[in-house]
């Protein structure tokens, strides 16, 4: 048997190579052979610290009896949902007609056109209080094929049919002040008053959604974030946060840390100490976050790996959590669970813009040099010959994943809060460029939607008329037309177009009503939105360009604003020569260094600083 892993981008496929189940990768040659063979086809589909994933690896992939079956009577593919979000998507909505359960790992069967027959997620090695084992699950797979062969196709041709009439929602209005007031009693209802956050178990942290109860300045963000800082949920050594607690009181977490979580609740501790310097606990989450990401996340490329493991080997066995029970000292006689090295586009950009905004407001240059060597990574690494960005890469080997919604918008987001942070104009014309590049491919499709993937989606997908449109809605992180959408109106306050600005307006119009009736599952929607209908603050310091780089004062570090940016005098130039209309005629006053306080690019008369 040839094994087809070994040579994979995705650190999750390589830990799958040596399997005794003739795994293929995602790709149109793997439903081809299923076609040629008559067999339907199996999808397995997880990522790196998924710990139901490396189970079902331990007790179902590594038995050489299932593995005889999965061969003799299937194709069998595995799949990084990291990598190809737009395919998890897909078979995520297909799975959805036959579980409730959904997560992962996400086990498909599909017809060799792709379509899903069958579906679930972890299956057992021997039957448990009435679940089937997987043995059981593919004798009957493999008995409804070929016993029943009319009945699955039939069934697969309704969800093939449900899934390509898909449709995100058209029209509407931005939510005024009531609504949002609305959105927020909302989630204010399910606070648990007696150990905070949102609902009961499993809990997690849904940074998105605390970001937007910030910006509203509902005491209940804040309530969450003080009570969070101080639970299991938090590594009290090396300062990341876990993904979920499975318990209530924020108990027995789930052990592996995701970059995007501890990028965005980086953001948001950072917010919450600029409201108030007295908020210590911020400070201190904070600046644990940032040396976690620093320390622990950031590869020697200068990337940051997508997520760390929730399990890791201790005295020759496999530990869930083990290395996160040791203290200080112990930990470092330890192996650290692995990182999935994988470098994904969108998922640095939240990085990169949550270091760059905290390197202002806490003052720290070493968090500015970490996001600026992330960003130049990705911008050597992740762009191709044809301009168009790129996924995913390991060790600057590049995926051949497509680039979604979600890294255009992320990234270049992250680009231009970085460029505010460095004074350097060529992350934000890098970013306007991603921008642009969405845009320019939204206007070429001819359909509703604002901003698309410049080369569309996954073709394997689209071959077989199985891509969901843009899913909305949100969870841990900001969906891709957030993302992008944000992105738009960070560029309009950069450069003065409205035409970025009518873009975020227009995409995220359609959303209105759904978010602010279902305001968790719409966090970062909802910020935006609520930005979107308030005035803009903007703040400009500009210093003389033989100046050193002098402290700010922290009443301007602090400021909450919705763009702050530190420039020389020359490089207030160059921004307005590239088409950044916020920097025109900023200059210092009387030769010191000057701050402009705008509102909606009407600034009051700067101030020596």
Known sequence: ??????????????????????WREWGPGAFADAAERDVPVFLSIGYSTCHWCHVMARESFSDPDIAAVLNAGFVSIKIDREE????????????????????????VFTTPGGVAFHAGTYFPPEPIQGHPSFRQVLDAVQD???????????????????????????????PGPAELDAAVARLAAHEDLQYGGLGGAPKFPVAPVLAFLLATTDALGTRTLERMAATPLRDPVEGGFFRYATKRDWSDPHYERMLYDNALLLDTYTTAWADDGTREWARDAADGIAGFLRSVMQLSTGGFASAQDSESTIDGIRSEGGYYAADAVDRELLEPPALDEKVLAGWNGLAIAALARASVVFDRADWLESARWAADYLLENHIDRDGRLIRASVAERRSAARATLEDYGMLADGL????????????????????????????????????????GGDPVLAGHGLTVAGDPSEGAYPSGISASAQAAWRLHLLTGRRDYLDAARTALEPLAELAVANPVSFGAALTLMRRLTSASVQLVVVSPDDSVNEALPDSIRRKLTDVTAVVTEQQ???????????????????????AYLCEDFVCQVPTEV
Do not use: C, K
Request: charged share 15%; hydrophobic share 45%.
């Open 84 to 107: 190809y979000p737009s395919v998890d998507a897909s078979y995520l909505a297909q799975a959805a007609a036959f579980t409730g359960q959904l997560g992962w790992p996400l086990s």
């Open 144 to 174: 409804a094929w070929i016993h029943r062969r009319t009945e699955v196709m039939q069934n697969a041709a309704a969800i093939g049919e449900a899934v390509a009439a898909s449709i995100v929602p058209d029209g509407g209005t931005l």
């Open 1 to 22: 048997m040839v094994n087809r892993l070994a040579t994979a981008i995705s650190p999750y496929l390589r830990s799958h190579a040596d399997n005794p189940v003739d």
């Open 572 to 594: 207030a130039r160059e921004f307005a020569s590239a088409g950044f209309d916020l920097f025109r005629g900023r200059t210092t006053r009387n030769g010191a260094r000057a």
């Open 416 to 455: 231009l809060v970085l460029s505010s942070a460095t004074g350097e104009p060529a992350y934000a014309i890098a970013g306007r460029s991603l921008v642009d590049d969405i845009l320019a491919a939204g206007a070429a499709a001819g359909g509703s939607a604002v901003f698309t993937e410049p080369g």
